[in-house]
């Protein structure tokens, strides 16, 4: 059988572009005792992967160049010499970003179709929903009446980081990038404010406006000169996640800003950077509790699905000019259709 791969062939610098991948087709070997052949159905694309692409050390090993991409994606079991699972299984695991892979099974987790749509698996119930719950309710501890702001709020940790607050009895605040985006969150998820950076002239002053009794809580996926705003409003004992800086990824040189100290110092606030993976042994409970609410109607969740595996570069691309409200996935095929 024979499978597309997309390879990541250099290393970008700054913004990637499409001469940093290179698309290729190879022939699949026969499985092996104990492997198991994928035929991948969604892919996910996050602002992660391109910290990936650099080989500077980071808190996961970066891409190999000629090789493919890898990252969370849900598959189907085509064919299955593995005793743990058989064909027609559906399952979420970190593959390459090919239209069939082989496995050996190992990180792979069994998924319940009849549970959610399949594609919620690689968002509020995968990754980006459990860095959402874990971010806020164990590094932020939200308490009702309190202030939180979110930063990159129409993206698919944001929307569940506000409407979590919510659900807490907190004032949210979202910021995004369009008009539409900040319509969105206000009027269908429920956000008390939402500020459009791109058209506002003095973000510490809206913010201001929208948070007249300070910030106590801030959940951080952006990073830059939005971030240094929110420090300005700090009340005293403040909580600041840092989730994901994505106005720096593509930076190629060292930005500067206000110390960010001498705030955590006076206001006595705590600032803590995490990766999801830091609460694996939460993700129980946090998915039973997220599953709960989606049932009963107190979370919506909304969905940007690229079709066609082609078009994967192009998606990653479009998580850098936000082109993307919620969780941005590739389609790549149907479930039953080999």
Request: with cysteine; charged share 20%; proline share 5%.
């Amino acid at each position: 059988m024979k499978t597309r791969s997309i390879l990541l062939k250099s290393r970008p610098q700054g913004m990637p572009t499409e001469e940093n991948f290179e698309f290729s087709e190879e022939e699949l070997s026969g499985l092996q005792e104990g492997q198991l052949l994928l035929k991948s159905l969604y892919v996910s694309v996050d602002p992660y992967m391109r910290g990936r692409m650099s080989d500077a050390k980071s808190y996961v090993a970066p891409y190999n160049l000629n090789e493919p991409i890898a990252g969370g994606v849900v598959a189907e079991v085509v064919e299955s010499r593995h005793d743990k699972f058989k064909a027609g299984d559906v399952v979420l695991g970190n593959l390459p970003w090919q239209t069939y892979s082989i496995s050996d099974g190992k990180g792979l987790r069994p998924l319940d179709t009849e549970l959610a749509p399949l594609s919620y698996h690689l968002g509020i119930l995968g990754m980006p929903g459990m860095t959402a719950y874990c971010g806020l309710l164990y590094i932020g501890e939200p308490k009702e009446g309190e202030t939180v702001v979110v930063s990159g709020a129409a993206g698919a940790v944001g929307t569940v980081v506000g409407q979590i607050a919510k659900l807490k009895g907190c004032r949210v605040v979202g910021i995004a990038g369009s008009e539409d985006k900040t319509a969105y969150l206000m009027n269908e998820l429920g956000f008390d404010e939402a500020i459009n950076y791109k058209t506002a002239s003095d973000m510490r002053k809206a913010l201001a406006a929208a948070c007249p009794n300070g910030v106590d809580i801030y959940f951080d996926n952006v990073g830059g000169g939005i971030s240094d705003a929110v420090y300005s409003l700090l009340n005293k004992f403040a909580r600041i996640a840092v989730c994901g800086q994505i106005a720096l990824y593509n930076a190629t040189t060292v930005p500067t800003g206000p110390r960010v100290e001498p705030i955590l110092l006076k206001k006595s606030a705590l600032m803590k950077g995490f990766i999801v993976s830091d609460y694996a042994s939460r993700f129980p409970e946090a998915a039973n509790e997220m599953v709960s609410w989606l049932k009963a109607g107190k979370l919506q969740y909304e969905e940007h699905i690229v079709e066609g595996f082609d078009q994967l570069p192009q998606a990653f691309f479009g998580l850098f000019k936000g082109e993307n409200t919620g969780k941005l996935l590739v389609k790549v095929a149907d479930i039953n259709t080999h």
